[in-house]
Nanobody
Framework: QVQLVESGGGLVQAGGSLRLSCAAS????????AGWFRQAPGKEREFVAA???????????YYADSVKGRFTISRDDAKNTVYLQMNSLKVEDTAVYYC????????????????WGQGTQVTVSS
């Protein structure tokens, strides 16, 4: 059974940093694409970042325009863990952050991802 477990969320002041982790069991990130989505209160879940597995396009990364230059997605295949380093956090980054995994090409479309974690809360205060 596949399980994705996020950690690293919390409360941080605007301008600060957090690193989210997503540990997988039942699948290997070395052969699956990995992504992060977020859902703010009253809003739909939205794409944040994704990374291809290393054998496909050399682990190409994709980012939403709203986080480009501030967030970095990475993967440690030895630990079967994906990370989201979030710097220069803004109040509008406040959301529940979800880890996701899928086979094949990654996508910004939520509906194309078939494995999800439970989410971790990130709150950015002004």
């Amino acid at each position: 059974q596949v399980q994705l477990v996020e950690s690293g969320g919390g409360l941080v002041q605007a301008g600060g940093s957090l690193r989210l982790s997503c540990a997988a069991s039942g699948l290997t990130f070395s052969t699956h694409g990995a992504g992060w989505f977020r859902q703010a209160p009253g809003k739909e879940r939205e794409f944040v970042a994704a990374i291809m597995w290393s054998g496909w396009s050399g682990g190409l990364r994709y980012y939403a325009d709203s986080v480009k230059g501030r967030f970095t997605i990475s993967r440690d295949d030895a630990k079967n863990t994906v990370y989201l380093q979030m710097n220069s956090l803004k109040v509008e980054d406040t959301a529940v952050y979800y880890c996701a995994a899928k086979s094949g090409r990654v996508s910004t479309l939520e509906s194309s991802w078939n494995q999800w974690g439970q989410g971790t809360q990130v709150t950015v205060s002004s």
